[in-house]
Nanobody, 122 residues
Framework: QVQLVESGGGSVQSGGSLRLSCAAS????????MAWFRQAPGKEREGVAA???????RYAYSVKGRFTISKDNDKNTFYLQINSLKPEDTAMYYC????????????????WGQGTQVTVST
């Protein structure tokens, strides 16, 4: 059974940084991608970053240059480093696994974590 568990969210001031982690268990199919999504209140879930089996990455335009996705295969964990946080980054952040071709589409992922909240204040 695949389980994804996020951690690292919190409340920070604008301009601060956070590193989110996603520990994956029961998932060993390296053919597919891992990704981070976020959902702000009243908005649709959006993909922000994806990484494939060899470390290629893709980012949403809105976060490029501030977000960095990475992974540690030995720990079966992947990360999202978020710098220069803005109030509009406030959202529930979810990790996902099983997507193809660095997709940032929610429908392409079949394994999801429960989410970790990021709140950015001015």
């Amino acid at each position: 059974q695949v389980q994804l568990v996020e951690s690292g969210g919190g409340s920070v001031q604008s301009g601060g940084s956070l590193r989110l982690s996603c520990a994956a268990s029961g998932y060993a199919d390296s053919r597919y991608c891992m990704a981070w999504f976020r959902q702000a209140p009243g908005k649709e879930r959006e993909g922000v970053a994806a990484i494939d089996s060899v470390g290629n990455t893709r980012y949403a335009y809105s976060v490029k240059g501030r977000f960095t996705i990475s992974k540690d295969n030995d720990k079966n964990t992947f990360y999202l480093q978020i710098n220069s946080l803005k109030p509009e980054d406030t959202a529930m952040y979810y990790c996902a696994a099983g997507g193809p071709w660095l997709s940032l589409r929610e429908v392409d992922y079949n394994h999801w974590g429960q989410g970790t909240q990021v709140t950015v204040s001015t």
